[in-house]
């Protein structure tokens, strides 16, 4: 579980040779891509087939204190964002692909279905785009199911 988050590089593997630095803030994509295939050289590691998501084994969840990224997943923070904002760089771009997808425009009426992180998102966006009219409705999933 946890994969919108953000922190500090703590440390570099031996592979890596973009310009990462040590206590850099950063936030991460939930994945990590093989880095190699052409889904990854072509800046689409989501859609790597070798892609190592989090929360599965090998690659703990954001609950922990310690997780690994990929370098080419991982996004400097500004200054100026906090840790609480970086953690929702993922879920925001997430709506914001959604809206682009769906061609919303001024004076649509937009339903959301689902009111989790990715559908408050996608209302974020239809607002700041638009002032849209949203209408947003959370069905329940049941108990132990989360989710946007
Ligand atoms: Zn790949
Ligand atoms: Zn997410």
Redesign the pocket.
């Known amino acids: 579980m946890g994969h919108e988050f953000s922190g500090e590089i703590v440390e570099i593997g031996k592979a890596v040779t973009n310009n990462w630095k040590l206590r850099e803030r950063v936030c991460a994509m939930p994945h990590i ?5 052409s ?2 050289r072509a800046g689409r ?1 989501h859609r ?4 190592l998501n989090r929360a599965t084994p090998g690659n703990p969840g954001a609950y922990s204190e310690f997780v690994r990224i990929g370098a080419q997943e991982t996004f400097r923070l500004p200054a100026s964002v906090t840790f609480q904002e970086g953690a929702l760089v993922e879920p925001l771009a997430v709506g914001l692909h959604a809206v682009k997808r769906a061609k919303i425009t001024a004076g649509d009426n937009v339903l959301i279905v689902g009111g989790g992180p990715v559908g408050l998102s996608v209302a974020v966006w239809c607002k700041f785009f638009w002032s849209a009219t949203y209408y947003c409705k959370r069905f329940d999933r049941g108990p132990g199911r989360t989710g946007g």
């Open positions: 891509g093989c880095a190699k295939c889904n990854c590691p790597c087939d070798k892609a």
